[in-house]
């Protein structure tokens, strides 16, 4: 079946430690978004990537990394310069149409504590 | 800014009671405008979009949502809810490529 894996589902890393949060889609789409998500705030865009070996800072980019080496994979690092990195954490993938924009699909997203 | 507001946080109704969710936006200009909902324990998806044409749309389970531009509004609604309903819902406005602005969403919970 196509669609969008998040792994870990659950992550507890102590204060000071990097984390990543890997993304893969089997979806052949061409855009890919981290989003953060935290009660009462809705869905937060932290990185996006619209082709290989190329990204883009969202709204709340600080303390976060990303790369995008594979068409299907957008892994997120969780840096210790983040300083509120305790959330749940969405991926999300879309396919690019000329001068319009799509449904996103989702994965299961990764929750992120940190101790 | 751009910015979208769900005016109801939390709703809790009763099967078969009618909805209808808020969703405003603060932008003018060409926008598409989206729905999705996350059921618990589930991802998100998407539940119905606008981006031209006839301002009432109708998306999966019976929902629909009409896009008023005057009004800058784009309220979800549904005539009949039901148990399965119960989800969180969020309103995505989407005034460039790339660049939803997300709700922040509204807990349905619907009492059997």
């Known amino acids: 079946d196509g669609g969008i894996t998040q792994s870990p589902k659950y992550l507890f890393r102590k204060e000071g430690q990097n984390v990543t949060l890997s993304c893969e889609q089997n979806?052949?789409?061409?855009?890919m978004y981290w989003y953060r998500q935290d009660p009462g705030q809705g869905l937060r865009l932290i990185y996006y990537?619209?082709?290989?070996?190329?990204?883009q800072k969202g709204d709340i980019a600080e303390g976060y990394s990303v790369s995008r080496e594979k068409k299907e994979s957008f892994p997120l690092t969780v840096t210790s310069a983040q300083k509120n990195p305790t959330a749940f954490y969405l991926c999300?993938?879309?396919?690019?149409?000329?001068?319009?924009?799509?449904?996103?699909?989702f994965g299961e997203g990764s929750r992120l504590t940190v101790l | 800014a751009q910015s979208v507001s769900q005016h109801n946080h939390h709703v809790i109704l009763s099967e078969a009671a009618s909805l209808e969710l808020g969703c405003n936006y603060s932008?003018?200009?060409?926008?598409?405008l989206f729905w999705y909902v996350q059921y618990p324990g589930q991802h998100l998806q998407l539940l119905l979009k606008?981006?031209?044409?006839?301002?009432l749309v109708k998306g999966i389970k019976g929902f629909e949502a009409e896009f008023i531009k005057s009004k800058f509004s784009f309220n979800l609604r549904k005539p009949s809810v039901q148990w399965s309903d119960t989800a969180e819902y969020f309103c995505?406005?989407?005034?460039?490529?790339?660049?939803?602005?997300f709700g922040t969403g509204t807990r349905l919970k619907v009492l059997a």
């Open positions: 999300a993938s879309s396919i690019l149409w000329t001068g319009n924009t799509g449904e996103l699909f």
């Open positions: 990537s619209q082709i290989v070996n190329d990204f």
């Open positions: 995505a406005p989407n005034p460039a490529v790339y660049k939803y602005i």
């Open positions: 606008y981006f031209s044409g006839d301002p």
């Open positions: 932008y003018g200009g060409t926008v598409n």
């Open positions: 979806l052949n789409h061409d855009a």
